[in-house]
Nanobody
Framework: QVQLVESGGGLVQAGGSLRLSCAAS???????MGWFRQAPGKERQFVAA????????FYGDSVSGRFTISRDNAKSTVYLQMNSLKPEDTAVYYC?????????????????WGQGTQVTVSS
């Protein structure tokens, strides 16, 4: 079993930056890890994913070029650097461990989730 704890969320003005962290306990080494987000009244949306050794990354269209996912396996931590934030980035952000083998952006492929951290971007 794996436990994931997100941190780093908060309130920021449009154009600002935040860095989210996801601390993992349990088995995450060599698993692909991902970030999703969910705004009120909307479906959970894929944000980014990174493969087990960190040399492969994937991004949702709405964040590509602004967000960067990374990981430090020695610290069992995954990061999401968010730059040029927009009000539409406001959501609860979740970290997750992927166990599936088909579509990286599908939330159904992820078997362990954190509790989420709120990101609010003001205009």
């Amino acid at each position: 079993q794996v436990q994931l704890v997100e941190s780093g969320g908060g309130l920021v003005q449009a154009g600002g930056s935040l860095r989210l962290s996801c601390a993992a306990s349990g088995r995450t080494f060599l698993y692909m890890m991902g970030w999703f987000r969910q705004a009120p009244g909307k479906e959970r949306q894929f944000v980014a994913a990174i493969n087990g050794n960190g040399d492969g990354t994937f991004y949702g269209d709405s964040v590509s070029g602004r967000f960067t996912i990374s990981r430090d396996n020695a610290k069992s931590t995954v990061y999401l650097q968010m730059n040029s934030l927009k009000p539409e980035d406001t959501a609860v952000y979740y970290c997750a461990r992927r166990s599936g083998h088909f579509r990286v952006s599908a939330s159904s492929e992820y078997d362990s989730w954190g509790q989420g951290t709120q990101v609010t971007v003001s205009s």
